[in-house]
């Protein structure tokens, strides 16, 4: 009977899971207990007696007759119009998604392909682009913002969204060219394509696990931002997470603090859904990405 030297031992593995146990409790426990207290009232989830009414309940009971309410919800969904903070990230979110990549695709393939040394330069200058704080830009655009009367609308934000992240959809997507042969570019030529047609019909459909992985990056990168957002654009035309904040405000009023809850919960709850989703088509696109 061959031996099986490389097994590894019980304690090792033991060890392992458990480390997993405990690294997903810590990491989880703050979205489980917010979601947990976004269904109680104020009185319980910020008590100042202890952790154990909001477990138990006991003044969402007293003030609602149920052990959860739906009350945080409503108020911030109905009452606080927070479905056209939603509608604003949806607006910005796309905008941001297809631009970056419609022009990051044509500039990285055609980078990818040349054989100029100005390509490298080029890759150098975006990534320092990018190393420059966001903030540190956005001040550049307000004036011409201003004079333009443009300021204040999301397609203006997902403009800015857009040429900061720009440069790293530039390099992952350059990244992933860089994996596909010259000689399906060289096939489709000699067939009588275009550039173009050689890029649009032969090379795209081959780099649709990149462009899924980059599309997320970016989608992330425009969901979840605070900053642009919050500078450029007007009270009314907010997205989520900048509202978020309006919520809470400089003085406290009584619901409010849950309607921020609720709404970190609204914003938290679709990533946690579509990360898991989109997992193995990340992780294949990433591994293409560090292969090439």
Known sequence: MPLNFHRTPRAILFAAAAFMVVWLLIAGFPFVWTLWGSFKVEG????????????????????????????????????????????HTSIVTIAVVMVSLSFGSLGAYALARSGHRYAYWIL???????????????SGYLLPFFRLNVWGYPPTAA?????????????????????????????????????????????MPVMWPGVVTTGI????????DFVVCSMLLSDRNQTMVPRIVAFLGTTQETGR?????????????????????????IVNGLAGAVKG
């Open 44 to 87: 319980d989830f910020f008590s100042y007696q202890g952790w154990i009414d909001a477990v138990a309940g006991r003044n969402t009971l007293a003030q609602t007759g149920h052990l959860v309410t739906l009350g945080a919800y409503r108020g911030v969904w109905i009452e606080e119009q927070f479905w056209k903070a939603a509608l």
């Open 124 to 138: 150098v200058a975006a990534l320092v682009f990018r190393a420059i704080p966001g903030i540190a830009l956005i």
């Open 159 to 203: 403009l800015v969204l857009v040429a900061l992240n720009q440069p790293f959809t530039l390099w992952l997507l350059h990244s992933f060219f860089l994996t596909i042969p010259r000689d399906l570019d060289e096939s489709a030529l000699v067939d009588g394509c275009t550039r173009f047609q050689a890029f649009r019909l032969v090379i």
């Open 217 to 224: 990056f970016s989608f992330l990168t425009a969901y979840s």
């Open 257 to 281: 603090p849950m309607y921020a809850v609720a709404a970190v919960v609204s914003v938290t709850l679709p990533l946690f859904v579509l990360i898991p989703f989109f997992q193995k088509r």
